[in-house]
């Protein structure tokens, strides 16, 4: 399953930020959101196409002022893309269903993958049901 809308088409279905953030792969202010400090069960979709993409007992804290988990809930879930934008090289990860912008992966994480998957929390959705 593959989802493509226009700017136009998102920006109706979007507030401005989440706009921002997942389409044109702007960032949000870190501390910006609860989402950081809260670890109750249950699965983050994206909010652009509630493709699901981390369970919420994959989820840390970083300390980084953004949501962070050590792997997405289902390997093909994320897509990975190079990014030398602001004079770095970083990982992008996007939904791997609407390439909508989550964040970006960095190699210090926990164990068991050492990745932190380090994510906007307006790009995510919580979501109630669990993962089988």
Same mark, same amino acid.
């Given at each position: 399953? *593959?989802? @493509?809308? &226009?700017?136009?088409?998102?920006?109706?279905?979007?507030?401005? /930020?989440?706009? +921002?953030?997942?389409?044109? %792969?702007?960032?949000?202010?870190?501390?910006?959101?609860?989402?950081?400090?809260?670890?109750?069960?249950?699965?983050?979709?994206?909010?652009?196409?509630?493709?699901?993409?981390?369970?919420?007992?994959? *989820?840390? @804290?970083? &300390?980084?002022?953004?949501?962070?988990?050590?792997?997405?809930? /289902?390997?093909? +879930?994320?897509?990975?893309? %190079?990014?030398?934008?602001?004079?770095?090289?970083?990982?992008?990860?996007?939904?791997?269903?609407?390439?909508?912008?989550?964040?970006?992966?960095?190699?210090?994480?926990?164990?068991?993958?050492?990745?932190?998957?380090?994510?906007?929390?307006?790009?995510?959705?919580?979501?109630?049901?669990?993962?089988?």
């Amino acid at each position: 399953r *593959k989802v @493509e809308k &226009s700017n136009e088409e998102w920006k109706k279905e979007l507030t401005e /930020e989440q706009f +921002a953030v997942t389409r044109l %792969k702007g960032t949000e202010r870190p501390f910006s959101s609860d989402v950081c400090s809260r670890f109750e069960p249950g699965i983050y979709a994206c909010v652009c196409c509630d493709t699901l993409l981390f369970d919420a007992n994959t *989820k840390f @804290e970083s &300390s980084s002022g953004w949501p962070s988990f050590n792997q997405p809930i /289902e390997e093909n +879930a994320i897509a990975y893309h %190079k990014d030398e934008t602001h004079g770095m090289i970083r990982v992008e990860v996007t939904c791997n269903v609407c390439d909508s912008h989550v964040g970006h992966i960095f190699p210090d994480g926990p164990e068991p993958s050492g990745l932190r998957y380090c994510a906007n929390a307006v790009s995510l959705k919580k979501v109630e049901e669990t993962h089988d």
